[in-house]
């Protein structure tokens, strides 16, 4: 007999979309007497590469089914960058409202919905669904200290009066977490006059106010900061929601979406087992012409066999943040002779390459990453160790939750203006393939691999958060 509808409204992005779309499998295939409806939101900036992917989904899944949202006009001529993300998503939640209510309107003439799962920047539609009476569920993408931090973030706010740009060096406290500098928190909570700020603060006033909140981690890779959400400690003016850790949810088929086998995967298996280490920013990731030689540089000097995913650097080279808009050779942006001069030992690949196939290769040891959370979980569930470099959004946070808390990473230093040096670089990847620093980490990280599997088999942790997830929505 069916349980009802499970209706899962993501954010655009790939990092987010993707996670939410694997959620939805997650739960129909251990749960399968619910529907899943996926909702999907219409933005400027998806890529060939999520229509694909969504594609397969709906062609290999039929009893999913998706909704695709007209699009709508933003203010701005959105042009994209990483630091935009959030304003921009927010505004088209907003924008969005009026369709989403038609669309659930019409899901709920045809089926029963029990719960509507929406990404936390799609906060604004938290009103729709209220206002129908459907219980509304958040799915936090990241990590489990990353949203102790936005929950306790009302308190934070409060307790000051000054931007967060303006206090610099000052460290914030939340229980369960290491502390973090206030410079480092996600741009959005920087300025507490912005729009987005607004919307970050109110995410975080409404997730007290749902049903409850899915986190995308598992208990034993952040043990206390899992402990302190589950007993309030972290929305410490507010009734805390039930918490449920059921990850790692990862896109374990991300190899392509079943095309060729990469190009990339052929190199790899000519190379030696645990000899590589692999160089990837995640889907907004790009650099400077400057950073990329200083990159070049420090790869050729260490020596270590390398396979590296190269983007173009942005059409005014003095932004790292905007995609480029021109499509020039790679060999145009690093130092001369390099591609000529490492090509025994080192392999580029120009905009993307199946990271998750890579890192579950075996002749890859170590993975310098942005600190996304999808990459760090993929990095996770391979037992790949990590030199964190983190770029945007909330990944400086997740670099000291990864060196202090989890030690599952090494950290890269960036200078003041953000550069990571040649020496840097050398110095951190040889720490990380050849050190006893990069020993530790690897055994901690097989640990957490070893973890992930147990907490996702059954009885495991995250499988019995599940079903206390399943329990909660069939009270719908
Ligand atoms: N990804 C990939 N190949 C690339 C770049 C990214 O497969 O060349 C995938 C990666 O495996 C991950 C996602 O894109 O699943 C990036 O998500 P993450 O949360 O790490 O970072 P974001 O892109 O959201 O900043």
Known sequence: MLDGAIVLYPCPGSGHLVSMVELGKLILSNHPSFSISIIIPTAPFETAATHDYIATVSTAIPS??????????????????????????????????????????????????????????????????????ISTYYYFTSGANNFSYLIYFPKIHRSLNKSLKDLDDMKLEVPGSPSIRA??????????????????????????????????????????ACRALA?????????????????????????????????????????????????????????????LK?????????????????????????????????????E?????????????????VKSWAPQVAVLSHDSVAGFVSHCGWNSVLEAVCAGVPMLAW?????????????????????????????????????????????????KAVRERVKAMKEGAAAATSDGGSSRVALAKLAESFKQG
């Open 294 to 330: 200083e990159i070049a540089i420090g790869l050729e000097r260490s020596g270590i066999r390398f396979l590296w995913v190269v983007r173009t650097p942005p059409p005014n080279d003095e932004t790292v943040e905007k995609l480029a808009e021109t499509d020039p050779s790679t």
């Open 64 to 133: 999913i089914t998706f909704y695709h949202l007209p699009s709508v006009v933003l203010p701005q001529n959105a042009f994209f960058s990483a630091k935009d993300f959030p304003a921009l998503v927010y505004q088209l939640g907003q924008l969005n409202n009026p369709n989403l209510y038609e669309t659930l309107l019409a899901i709920s003439k045809r089926s029963n919905i029990k719960a509507f799962v929406i990404d936390f920047f799609c906060n604004a539609s938290f009103q729709v669904s209220s206002s129908l009476n």
């Open 390 to 438: 983190p770029l945007y959004a909330e990944q400086k946070m997740n670099q000291t939750f990864l060196v202090e808390e989890m030690k599952v990473a090494l950290p890269v230093k960036a200078s003041e203006e953000g550069l990571v040096s040649a020496a840097e670089l050398e110095k951190r990847v040889t720490e990380l393939m050849e050190w006893d620093k990069g």
């Open 231 to 291: 007993n309030g400690e972290c929305a410490p003016d507010d009734t805390m929601p039930a918490v449920y850790f059921i990850g790692p949810v990862v896109n374990e088929k991300n190899d392509g979406c079943g095309k060729e086998k990469h190009e990339c995967l052929s190199w790899l298996d000519n190379q030696p087992s645990q000899s590589v280490v692999f160089l990837c920013f995640g889907s907004m990731g790009v650099f400077s012409t400057k950073q």
């Open 183 to 224: 410079k480092d928190m996600p741009e959005i909570t920087l300025d507490r006059t912005t729009y987005e700020y607004r919307c970050f603060v109110e995410t975080a006033f409404n997730m007290t106010k749902s049903s409850g909140i899915i986190v995308n981690s598992f208990e034993l890779f952040e043990e206390r």
């Open 332 to 348: 145009s942006f690093l130092p001369e002779g390099f591609l000529e001069r490492t090509k025994d030992r080192g392999h580029v």
